[in-house]
């Protein structure tokens, strides 16, 4: 180590080792690739909106390729995964040009501040008008949460029934495939 890092490295120690000293935070270091999340409207998440064509995202880097979707759907459905800072999928109309029809998210958006992870207080209290519909709970194991478009929506959480915690965001709905 030459003459010049040394003096560097001592004095970060020393700079780290003074606040210490006197009790104040040292700054932490950003992340490297930590976006903030995408924000959840009634027309899309970020800059993927419904009725944008796959050309038209593909070429934005928004989604990846486009690839068969949902078998009970049809031969000629279509989706593709989206990009991140976003995870999830779309699914495209099945006429040309393709045209997403809905938005599934996974994780890197919020709405209101809701996102994955979140409980029902929390959607409650985002969304007072959200209605929680009970009858997937048996079938799919979650409890839909359908914010109306009085409320800023027309989209829905899946709140797992175990854990009771979000799980998925669906744009305008939740799209039943699996």
Known sequence: MNASWS????????AGAAAAA?????????????????KITSTGAGAVKLGKTHKQLFDAKLVGVIR???????????????????K???????????????I???????????????????????FP????????????????AKVPKSDGGRFQFAVDT????VTLIGIPGIAFCE
Do not use: M, W
């Open 129 to 144: 008008k959200v209605v929680f519909d009970h009858a997937t709970d048996e079938v799919f194991g979650i409890t839909l």
């Open 7 to 14: 003096r560097v490295l001592i004095t970060t120690v020393a």
């Open 22 to 38: 006197l009790g104040t935070a040292v700054a932490p270091a950003l992340t490297v690739g930590a976006a903030a999340p995408q």
């Open 104 to 126: 599934s998210i996974r994780g890197g958006a919020t709405a209101k501040g809701v996102g994955i992870g979140a409980t029902q207080a929390k959607i409650k209290q985002a």
């Open 68 to 86: 068969p979707g949902c078998e009970l759907g049809g031969p000629n459905t279509r989706g593709a995964n989206l990009r991140l800072p976003l």
């Open 162 to 165: 175990k854990t009771k915690k």
């Open 88 to 102: 999830g999928s779309v699914d495209y109309t099945s006429s040309s040009p393709r045209k997403v029809r809905s």
